[in-house]
């Protein structure tokens, strides 16, 4: 079982760029979940999909947008990049109708914004 | 809303000595509560959860943590502590209504010396 995996795992951008972050869950989860980690802090949630719609959000603008697939991956999308969303990009994954199913997470993508 | 707190950013102990790593919480119903560590340029991985019942939780590598619900605590311990669990530790919290959102703490990192 290859777990969680993310792509690209490094990514420098330009201010002002588009970025797209990927995401594949582990082998029968069904939901898929994007974390910010800054430097020296915890996750923040992002936003969570499951079956290919948007079911909760975080406090983040709507230049973070995602989209999930039939095949339950999923991709992060971030428009106008500022130097502030320079971070480690985590994806979580997990079965959702387990309810106490614990996330799985993936390696993260580091982006830096220059 | 929920929200996690982790009062100390570093815990240093020598190895064989005793580890905790304090935790608590606030959610507006019941927790589920989680322990994820984080080693250099990696993800989160799943160290123990608390969804119900014993209050005492065991996990992988040695480590388990105790659920009190009176002091909405939920520290992390480990009886004899190793070098290599010198990390970054994370504990999370998930309100049982909500499916979706995870909320962090700031981590805590732990350095066992030997």
């Known amino acids: 079982d290859a777990g969680v995996t993310q792509s690209p795992t490094h990514l420098i951008k330009t201010r002002g760029q588009q970025v797209t972050l990927r995401c594949s869950p582990k082998s029968g989860h069904d939901t898929v979940s994007w974390y910010q980690q800054a430097l020296g802090q915890g996750p923040q949630f992002i936003f969570q999909?499951?079956?290919?719609?948007?079911?909760q959000r975080g406090n983040f603008p709507d230049r973070f947008s995602g989209h999930q697939f039939p095949n339950y991956s999923s991709e992060l999308n971030v428009n106008a990049l500022l130097l502030g969303d320079s971070a480690l990009y985590l994806c979580?994954?997990?079965?959702?109708?387990?309810?106490?199913?614990?996330?799985?997470f993936g390696q993260g993508t580091r982006l830096t914004v220059v | 809303a929920q929200s996690v707190a982790q009062p100390e950013d570093q815990v240093n102990v020598a190895e064989g000595n005793p580890l905790t790593v304090k935790c608590t919480y606030s959610?507006?119903?019941?927790?589920?509560l989680f322990w994820y560590v984080q080693y250099p340029n990696r993800g989160l991985q799943f160290l123990l959860k608390?969804?119900?019942?014993?209050?005492l939780v065991k996990g992988s590598y040695g480590f388990e943590a105790e659920f009190n619900k009176s002091q909405t605590s939920f520290h992390l311990k480990k009886p004899s502590a190793l070098v290599s669990d010198s990390a970054l530790y994370f504990c999370a919290v998930r309100d049982i209504w909500d499916d979706y959102k995870l909320s962090f703490g700031a981590g805590t990192t732990v350095t066992v010396r030997a």
């Open positions: 608390y969804i119900t019942g014993d209050n």
């Open positions: 999909y499951y079956e290919e719609e948007e079911r």
């Open positions: 979580a994954s997990r079965e959702l109708q387990g309810r106490n199913t614990e996330a799985f």
């Open positions: 959610v507006s119903g019941n927790p589920y």
